[in-house]
T-cell receptor
Framework: DTAVSQTPKYLVTQMGNDKSIKCEQN?????MYWYKQDSKKFLKIMFS???????INETVPNRFSPKSPDKAHLNLHINSLELGDSAVYFC???????????????FGPGTRLTVL | SQQGEEDPQALSIQEGENATMNCSYK?????LQWYRQNSGRGLVHLIL?????REKHSGRLRVTLDTSKKSSSLLITASRAADTASYFC???????????FGRGTSLIVHP
């Protein structure tokens, strides 16, 4: 059984388009995250979200918006896609509020986004 | 939040040799975690060490933590080709909800 799943696995699209990446976790976790991994392998946090609080990394453009229809889902919506948005996007979840207390992050398989 | 910095960026060894990777961080931590990322996959948790611990083992993995130097090391003993992956550390500070990662160490184990 997949713990954290993402769709699609690959996404190729034109500049200027709007797209969404979906994430679902079946672990009953309280907090979900979105990360961006660029070509140099840096893995950067974009958002952290639980049912009480959305924490945004201030460097993330407001074209990116997380949407959570329920506790098990955190989708990433991107408006007006740019070339620099090309990267692999990972969703993750933790049981509690985060690794401060030793929570393990469970990662999805990633979505490779290519903007042409 | 704070980010761990892994060193070296890349490491290439022969099967059977030991691999050591280091992680440095800037401020005091509650715990530090190590993750592995196989090519094209998500990260997988390996081990967590708390700030009051100095060493921890899990199978062929040994993690040390030196809070005075703000550094941690991950040792993989008797490496195997299947250990080829990128390894990331994630230091976690008090009150921080935002886990961050660096660039990782890319380990290649030649059969």
């Amino acid at each position: 059984d997949t713990a954290v799943s993402q769709t699609p696995k690959y996404l190729v699209t034109q500049m200027g388009n709007d797209k969404s990446i979906k994430c679902e976790q079946n672990l009953g976790h309280d907090t979900m995250y979105w990360y961006k991994q660029d070509s140099k392998k840096f893995l950067k946090i974009m958002f952290s979200y639980n049912n009480k609080e959305l924490i945004i990394n201030e460097t993330v453009p407001n074209r990116f918006s997380p949407k959570s229809p329920d506790k098990a889902h955190l989708n990433l919506h991107i408006n007006s896609l740019e070339l620099g948005d090309s990267a692999v996007y990972f969703c993750a979840s933790t049981r509690g509020n985060g690794p401060t207390t030793g929570d393990t992050q469970y990662f999805g398989p990633g979505t490779r986004l290519t903007v042409l | 939040s704070q980010q761990g910095e892994e060193d070296p960026q890349a490491l290439s060894i022969q099967e059977g040799e030991n691999a050591t990777m280091n992680c440095s961080y800037k401020t005091s931590i509650n715990n530090l975690q190590w993750y592995r990322q196989n090519s094209g996959r998500g990260l997988v948790h390996l081990i967590l060490i708390r700030s009051n611990e100095r060493e921890k083992h899990s199978g062929r993995l040994r993690v040390t933590l030196d809070t005075s130097k703000k550094s941690s090391s991950l040792l993989i003993t008797a490496s195997r080709a299947a250990d080829t992956a990128s390894y990331f550390c994630a230091p976690s500070s008090g009150g921080s909800y935002i886990p961050t990662f660096g660039r990782g160490t890319s380990l290649i184990v030649h059969p």
